[in-house]
């Protein structure tokens, strides 16, 4: 199939679509309208870049039909003008159709929900977690996402031993999705007497969030406990049989909350850690059924695995998936991450690309 019959079906799909929303919100089926509602909005870009070549072909032809017939120099210089301006265009419009024909990612367009956990290097990976949650945290005040804890174990020495945030942004996941995996850190810990550097790990996971029409999740399915939080969380704390543990059954997933005062918000915030995990399990089975992706985004934290590495002493981090080095480590911790996910992102489509030329 060329590119120009993909794009006539995509048209003929769109329309198909826009007569068919009216009916699906009509009857009440909120799945199905979100769906076609999400995928007729992924296609109006491509069809009206469709529609928009297909003008500016045909005024090609006219303008190449008229410089045929004309006689006067003045009109014919004009008619060459004219016909080297909607080449150009029509050569512009073609490779933006090749980038929008890229398949989307599903997940676009969803708020994100990033774990980070501290793995090998004891307290000072601990410590690392939540230098890492501040560096996520500071990324999103500088896109404007909002950023919402939903469940934090905090370390003794500092840090976190885990912590569990949704990020809300149109842009977050498809910016966010390429931080998952073991991160690393060479540096003198403030807990080491001598100076030497020390080399530990987290990792970060990152899942889309999903909504209750995505993931039915049976209430039957679950085993519920509350107990009693511990940690800092004010008078509450010790008092209240507000923590809530959630089990699944048919998966054996877990989830634990204690943060808020609240037994009530507690088991909203587990519910949707929960379902985020669910739904990238679902996803995983439609995707050439992989095993748990999540396992293999933080794989074990071992310093021999890992997608990126911070070295203090030279101001250096390194993203050892694309070979890319910058040396301003302190502006990457203080949020500008940007020219690591930029980089990211263009090798991503890259790669896409040269996977349906």
């Not at 996402?145 to 498809?174: N, P, Y």
């Not at 519910?271 to 439609?286: C, D, G, T």
């Not at 040396?327 to 940007?338: C, K, P, R």
């Amino acid at each position: 199939m060329t590119m120009f019959e993909r794009l006539a079906d995509l048209e003929a799909e769109l329309d198909r679509l826009e007569a068919t929303l009216p009916e699906l919100y009509a009857g009440g089926d909120q799945r199905a309208a979100a769906d076609a509602g999400r995928r007729a909005s992924e296609l109006r870009p491509v069809v009206e870049a469709y529609r928009t070549h297909r003008e500016r072909t045909q005024a090609l032809a006219d303008a190449r039909e008229m410089l045929e017939a004309e006689r006067d120099g003045d009109m014919r210089e004009f008619l060459r003008d004219e016909v080297v301006a909607q080449e150009r265009a029509i050569e512009a419009l073609e490779a933006e159709l090749k980038e929008l024909l890229i398949p989307k990612d599903p997940n676009d367009g969803r708020n994100v929900i990033v774990e980070i956990r501290g793995a090998e290097g004891g307290d000072e990976a601990n410590i690392w977690a939540g230098d890492l949650y501040r560096m996520y945290e500071r990324y999103a005040e500088g896109r404007r996402w909002k950023l919402e804890i939903l469940s934090s174990q905090a370390s003794d020495m500092g840090g976190f031993r885990d912590v569990t945030f949704v990020v809300k942004g149109a842009d977050a996941w498809a910016r966010l999705k390429h931080e998952a995996g073991p991160h690393r850190v060479q540096r003198v810990p403030a807990t080491e007497s001598q100076g030497r550097i020390h080399t530990s790990a987290a990792t970060v996971a990152v899942l889309p969030e999903a909504e209750e029409i995505d993931v039915h999740v049976d209430p039957n399915d679950l085993e519920i406990d509350v107990y009693r939080s511990s940690g800092p969380g004010g008078q509450s704390v010790n008092t209240t049989d507000s923590a809530v543990r959630i089990t699944h059954r048919p998966t054996g997933l877990v989830v634990t909350c204690q943060d808020e005062k609240s037994q009530l918000q507690n088991k909203d915030k587990a519910m949707r850690i929960l379902r985020a995990r669910l739904l990238q399990i679902e996803e995983e089975k439609r995707q050439a059924e992989l095993s748990d992706a999540r396992r293999s985004q933080v794989k074990g934290g071992g310093r021999s695995e890992k997608i990126r590495t911070y070295n203090f002493k030279e101001n250096r981090v390194t993203d050892h998936r694309i070979g890319l080095t910058l040396h301003s480590l302190d502006a990457v911790l203080a949020g500008d991450l940007d020219p690591i996910v930029d980089a990211l992102v263009q090798a991503e489509r890259a790669e896409q690309l040269a996977a349906e030329g």
